[in-house]
């Protein structure tokens, strides 16, 4: 049996569950400190919400899902860089990762929403798609399932993106698209920046 290595993928779901029990038990008064507000962050200076934001949840739905997804594909890709680079440094470029791709989708929806004083996001969504977006680079022919439908993750980013850019031009549902957005970009491009090679092994799946 193979052992799955992934301690700060397990920390960052125990940490998101514990803050997000605590703050919907009085979410009004949570939410108004630290809950991503685009228009006091630029206007206040609340600069902490881009951090704090992102682990506070709406609801119990939304915080299952984030972790499910931060489980499924944070603790493979985490595997996989202590596997070649050892337990601290590969713990250390999965947390970078995932910190790097919360504060990108975190900056795009401030950009996009600071004039809209009512816009408030939570959610660990962005810093979420960033790994999975560094697990495509890695893995993109694996399969995800995408509405139940499986299909290779080269694809479901592709429609991952595809979507987002729609919702957000459409301002649909209330989901935080830019931050999907955002923290797949923010993902994508630490995950080139910090493994060495990362780009031409993501090149060579489609030679």
């Known amino acids: 049996m ?37 228009y006091r962050i ?17 609801d119990f ?34 947390a970078a990762i995932y910190f790097i791709s919360l504060v990108i989708g975190s900056l795009l929806t401030v950009f996009f ?6 816009y408030v996001a939570v959610g660990a969504s962005g810093a979420v798609s960033g790994i999975i977006f560094s697990f495509i680079i890695f893995y993109p022919k694996s399969t995800v399932g995408f509405f139940f439908i499986p299909m290779p993750a080269y694809v479901f980013a592709f429609l991952y993106i595809a979507i987002s850019i729609y919702g957000m031009k459409r301002n649909l549902g ?18 080139f920046l910090f493994i060495d090679g990362s780009f031409k092994l993501f090149l060579s799946y489609f030679k």
Do not use: C
């Open 174 to 191: 209330n989901i935080g698209h830019e931050a999907h957005i955002g923290g797949a970009l923010g993902g994508i491009l630490s995950t």
């Open 61 to 94: 739905y939304h915080l299952f899902f984030n972790m499910y997804a931060l489980y499924t594909f944070g603790s493979i890709l985490e595997n996989r860089f202590i596997y070649n680079f050892g337990e601290l440094d590969g713990s250390l470029y999965f």
């Open 42 to 58: 630029v206007y206040d200076r609340r600069i902490h919400q881009i951090i704090t934001s992102a682990f506070l949840h709406a």
């Open 113 to 118: 929403n600071f004039k809209n004083p009512n």
């Open 2 to 38: 193979i052992e799955i290595k992934a301690p700060v993928t397990l920390v960052l779901i125990i940490v998101n569950i514990i803050i997000s029990l605590i703050t919907l038990r009085n979410k009004d008064k949570y939410f108004y400190e630290f809950a991503e507000w685009p």
